[in-house]
């Protein structure tokens, strides 16, 4: 079975390039394709933070990961599955980040601390609602708590 998703809009500004840390003061606008009603966005700015489903585009084929690897190429951090690691080279190259709604305009919403560069295809937005957030404690091993400590704020 096999699905065509087609971009509700692309990421404009921010960063051009993919690199690995300090996403949390990037900002950008998503601008949603024209064909949208004009009141498509009414009500996100009422939300404090969105979810933003995007396509990494610019992953070759050939770089696609469907097993194991160690994240980031580091050898002292353990070799961990695809789906347990949240790198770009994904088997349907899909990302998902939350972010800050900085401001709605029209068929445009600003957003901070979107780790998607120029251009990228945007599939979907979704306000962050806190019924939908995880419910009891959330774990994770401390390779990844290393892996993100710079990812969204350079010390």
Known sequence: ?????TPIGHV???????????????RATIELEAHFAP??????????????IFLFDKVPGDKIETGARHPRNRADWPLVGIFAQRGKNRPNRLGLTTCRIVAVDGLSVEVE?????????????????????????????????????????KP
Do not use: C
């Open 12 to 26: 404009r500004g921010g960063r051009a390039d993919a690199v690995d840390d300090d996403w949390g003061a990037s």
């Open 39 to 52: 009141n498509a966005l009414a009500g996100l700015a009422d939300f404090s933070h969105a979810e933003v």
């Open 113 to 153: 601390g979107l780790d998607a560069i120029d251009g990228t295809p945007v599939l979907d937005i979704k306000p962050v609602m806190v019924e939908f957030l995880p419910r009891g404690d959330v774990r994770q091993p401390d390779w990844s708590h290393a892996l993100m400590q710079e990812y969204w704020d």
């Open 1 to 5: 079975m096999s699905f065509t998703l």
